[in-house]
Each structure stands twice: as C-alpha cells, then as structure tokens.
C-alpha cells in the first residue's frame, strides 16, 4: 500500500512489495489496490470471447456494458461497450499493454497456433534487456508479449517481477494451454514531452521509476501494474490528441487522491467524486497530454464480490 507516514513507506521499502515514491520535500504515499485500463469496442462480445477464451483471463466483474477482467495479481482490463463509454472505439488506439511473462516462448507457439494476428514477430536477441512480440486484439489495440531478462537496465525491475506469482489462465471454456499465464501488465503511453511526463506520473501522481530504458521509462503503480511512459517519436504510437483509453487507478482512498490531485496538472472532469452508481465511486481527469485518468473505489455489490475478493486478496 501507500502511505503518509515516512516509517512505513521505509518498512514497505525494506519489504521490497511495493512501488515508491520520492520528492525533494517530502514522502507521499497514498494507497493504489490496482491498476486497469478501459478500452472500447465495437463489438463487446467479441473482444470478451478472445480475452477470455483465447488468452483465458479472468471475469472479476460483469457490468454488462463493461467486463473487468483480471490479467495478473493487480492487474486489470476492462473491456466496454463503445456505445456507452467515455471514449468511443473510432478514435485512436494510441496505447500498448505489455503482458509480461517468463512464459515468451510457449504463448508465442499457442498464440501462432490461434493464428491471432501478429505486428511484430517473436525474434529473441542475445543479451537484449527484453524479448518480446506484439500482437492485435480483435479491434486493433496492441498486445505486447513481453519478457525482461537480466540487465543493468531492469536492475530494479527484476526482483518485483520475481516476487509476482504467475496467474494461469482460470476462464472456463478457454484454449490456453494449462499454466502459461502472466506476472503483470505494462501500460504503454504515448507522449511529446517525455520529462513533463515524468514530472506528472513521479511528483505528483507520487509513481517511482523502476526502469529507464531511455526513450521510454517505467513506474510501479500496483504490485504487479506498470505504466510506461514513451517517447512518441521512437514508440509504436506517435502523439495524438483522442486516445481511446482511459488509465484508471484503483484505491480505498478516494476523497484523499481527489484532495492531493485537486488544483494541480490533472485537469479534473468534475468538480467533485461521483457518487451516483452503487457498484463504485469515481473521479477523472485529464493528465498534461490528454489521457484520461479516473481514480475508483469499489462498494459492497452484488456484482463486485469476485473483484473485491481478488483485491482484498493482494492486500
């Protein structure tokens, strides 16, 4: 978890499980349960046959319109109807998730089996810092299949990935062969001015760096949810101003995000929590480039219970 005070944020620290934090004033802590993004579809039920069938992810919530589906311990994707959303499927998928896994090679051989479409081959390199190769979901978002290998560059990132479990694919009906799974996500965003950025996500959304790859850095958000800051002039994205995304951080503290955040570079939608839904509680905002982030708190619901077991269970 995150924390005010400065003797706990050094026992987690010492502890090693979770992501931190450190300004020149001060050290600020506030808690994030887990990290998810949104993305939009044309046709839902589509995209939840291949997430759930063809890389066998869990449905942790069903509302319907959207489907949260669990990837890793606290990693999450929601997939939503385009019709009902924030964001509507025709605008750019400027945006990349990073499946990150010891398992490169055997979901590069299912995946080729699947015949899922590929961007960029698998083509392991000797001594590179990453493996990887990236893939299409139904309606064209990327899927990077990724492994880190020992490397100067991960030196800090590695032992995280190594005290994450794998989840193995646990959706009934899916094809995954058993015990490939993933021990986190990365979420690849697209940006012109990458140390603006870095002063966003680091200062004052209080995210610590675990990986500088140069052109493209990465903090800890959750325990095993990234989010990966790139250089739109060197990604597989370039910058543009609609983004059919939205970046959203899971916490129990809502009302103390909404109050840190408030006034600062996150253009707020609203001026205050949104309240009306009995399965949530949520606010959003703009962060200096225009990506949308919201901030939620899960309620006792009917609907919830599974994903709130799950979260609970990596508290």
């Known amino acids: 978890m995150r924390?005010?005070?400065?003797?706990?944020?050094?026992?987690?620290?010492?502890c090693g499980d979770?992501?931190?934090?450190?300004t020149s004033d001060e050290l600020t802590r506030l808690e994030i349960v887990g990290s998810n993004a949104f993305w939009y579809y044309t046709d839902l039920d589509a995209a939840t046959d291949f997430y759930t069938k063809t890389l066998g992810l869990k449905l942790a919530a069903d509302y319907g319109f959207a489907k949260i589906l669990q990837v890793a311990g606290t990693s999450y994707l929601t997939l939503v109807d385009g019709t009902m959303g924030m964001h509507t499927p025709e605008e750019p998928k400027t945006v990349a998730l990073a499946l990150v896994t010891d398992q490169l090679d055997e979901w590069w051989e299912y995946l080729t089996q699947q015949g899922v479409e590929v961007r960029n081959a698998y083509n392991p390199t000797e001594n590179s810092a990453h493996d990887g190769f990236v893939a299409y979901d139904p309606e064209g978002y990327y899927l990077e299949f990724e492994r880190f290998n020992p490397h100067p560059e991960n030196e800090r990132f590695i032992p995280m990935l190594e005290r994450a479990e794998t989840v193995p694919a646990q959706s009934?009906?899916?094809?995954v062969p058993s015990g490939l799974g993933f021990k986190a996500t990365i979420?690849?965003?697209?940006?012109?001015?990458?140390p603006d950025m870095e002063n966003f996500w680091g200062d004052e959304i209080g995210l610590g760096m675990v990986a500088d790859q140069g052109w493209a850095k990465i903090y800890g958000a959750s325990s095993t949810g990234f989010i990966g800051l790139v250089d739109e002039t060197r990604g597989m994205h370039s910058y543009t101003e609609q983004k059919a995304v939205t970046i959203s951080l899971w916490t129990t503290q809502l009302a103390?995000?909404?109050?840190?955040?408030?006034?600062?570079?996150?253009?707020?939608?609203?001026?205050?929590?949104e309240e009306g839904n009995p399965r949530y509680r949520a606010f959003v905002g703009y962060d200096p480039e225009g990506y949308y982030v919201e901030f939620d708190t899960f309620l006792p619901h009917e609907d919830n219970e599974e994903l709130l077991r799950l979260i609970n269970r990596q508290s």
């Open 3 to 14: 924390y005010i005070r400065l003797i706990a944020v050094l026992l987690l620290f010492a």
């Open 172 to 175: 009934i009906g899916s094809k």
């Open 187 to 194: 979420l690849w965003l697209y940006y012109r001015d990458l």
């Open 256 to 273: 103390e995000w909404f109050e840190h955040l408030r006034g600062g570079s996150l253009e707020m939608r609203s001026e205050s929590i």
């Open 18 to 22: 979770r992501s931190f934090n450190e």
